[in-house]
């Protein structure tokens, strides 16, 4: 039987079990330290243990400046400590952060000293004046992911036993939802009309993203082995990116890197359009062939772009990102009735709210449809003869 309050009861083998808390993650939950005895005193024992060398290194944190751990030393401890685990690309993203941002300005306080208050005067700045070049503040994304590094860093001092506050509140920026701008159908089909008299391979690659919903990085990783004529589908296992060269005495700043997708759902299997297989497979080239360039030599990204801005130009069209691609695909899918786990899955979200937030950009023509089928349940519409969502004024 437990003694109460105390968090120490007999076991059903016959020992006795001690258990404390030692830390919260950031949803809230206890983690629990665990001691075990033979007898009820020898795991209370031991738990009161713990206990005095915890308080005994917290009163080092605080009161001892040679016992002192500055929050610079740990966010680099937890870099080294992450390396090994996590993509070179986010690795890199990670040291980024650190350098640039947070060990320059946090890195010298205690670690015993921060506060939830201090950490959300920082992030509130770095919105208004966090701009290196001093020309504004950064975007609510880039403080969200010195948020989010904050977070694992305090996170990992707390399993560490390190001296370090452990509240689960850090302030977080509202995101704003961008301008996304959407191909008109008739951008669409004048833009298709010239891709289609091409043969070019950076045209497959554009009609690939416009039918596909596909990344940029995506499409230079593309080889034509990536494409199964046979099933009609196409799989997307790697991106093509250029990240920070941090290695030492790099000779550039920095290199291109083929890895896989940023999440496990963007490695994925998607069906492509009929029409569209049938005509890429008049062009189909050897398996390691890049889909971009035709030869065993890739596009990288940038070099893209500027192909692309200039495809645009001889199309007639104004300039408009690739993304755009993807953000038209995602919304002609939804006006002819996709089902949202679907383009979910085919767009490589971790789940369907990403897909409809981000995405899908109903236009008010298909909103007018829409309320227009409220008739259908109208009195006054059915009494006056409503058809095809129209009402006739009396």
Not at 194 to 200: I, P, S, Y
Not at 205 to 234: M, N, P, Q
């Amino acid at each position: 039987m437990g003694r109460h309050g105390e968090n120490i009861h007999k076991r059903k083998d016959g020992r006795w079990e001690a258990r404390v808390i030692q830390s919260h993650d950031f949803s809230g939950k206890a983690k629990y330290r665990y001691f075990y005895g033979k007898t009820y005193l020898e795991a209370k024992k031991k738990k009161n243990q713990f206990l005095a060398d915890r308080r005994e290194i917290s009163d080092r944190g605080k009161h001892g400046s040679e016992q002192r751990i500055r929050f610079g030393q740990v966010l680099f401890e937890w870099l080294s400590f992450r390396k090994g685990t996590i993509k070179e690309s986010t690795y890199v993203n990670y040291l980024r952060l650190i350098e640039k941002h947070l060990n320059p300005e946090l890195g010298n306080l205690y670690l015993s000293g921060i506060t939830s208050e201090i950490l959300e005067r920082y992030l509130k700045n770095k919105l208004c004046n966090g701009r290196l070049d001093g020309k504004g503040g950064l975007s609510p994304k880039t403080v969200s992911d010195m948020r989010s590094v904050i977070r694992m860093v305090i996170e990992y001092a707390n399993q560490q036993h390190y001296p370090c506050y452990t509240e689960r509140d850090v302030y977080c920026p509202k995101s704003r939802q961008p301008n996304i701008r959407v191909l008109t159908r008739q951008e669409q089909e004048k833009l298709e009309d010239f891709l289609f008299q091409q043969q070019d391979p950076l045209c497959f690659g554009v009609l690939t993203a416009l039918y596909g919903g596909l990344r940029i990085g995506e499409v230079c990783a593309l080889k034509w082995g990536d494409f199964h004529f046979e099933s009609g589908t196409l799989r997307i296992n790697k991106t093509l990116i250029r990240i920070q060269d941090v290695t030492p005495n790099a000779v550039s700043k920095t290199k291109l890197l083929i890895e896989t997708p940023k999440t496990d759902a963007a490695n994925r299997v998607i069906p492509l359009p009929e029409f569209l297989m049938s005509y890429l497979q008049q062009f189909q080239k050897a398996p390691d062939c890049y889909l971009l360039t035709g030869t065993e030599r890739y596009l990288e990204p940038r070099r893209c772009l500027m192909k692309y801005k200039q495809l645009l130009q001889r199309a007639g069209m104004e300039e408009i990102t690739f993304h755009t691609l993807r953000h038209t695909f995602a919304t002609r899918c939804v006006e002819n009735g996709f089902d949202a786990k679907s383009l979910s899955e085919i767009l490589g979200h971790a789940n369907v709210n990403t897909t409809l937030q981000r995405y899908v950009h109903p236009s008010l023509e298909q909103k007018k449809e829409q309320m227009n089928m409220l008739g259908k349940i109208s009195v006054y519409s059915q009494k006056n003869g409503q058809r095809s969502g129209k009402v006739t004024i009396l």
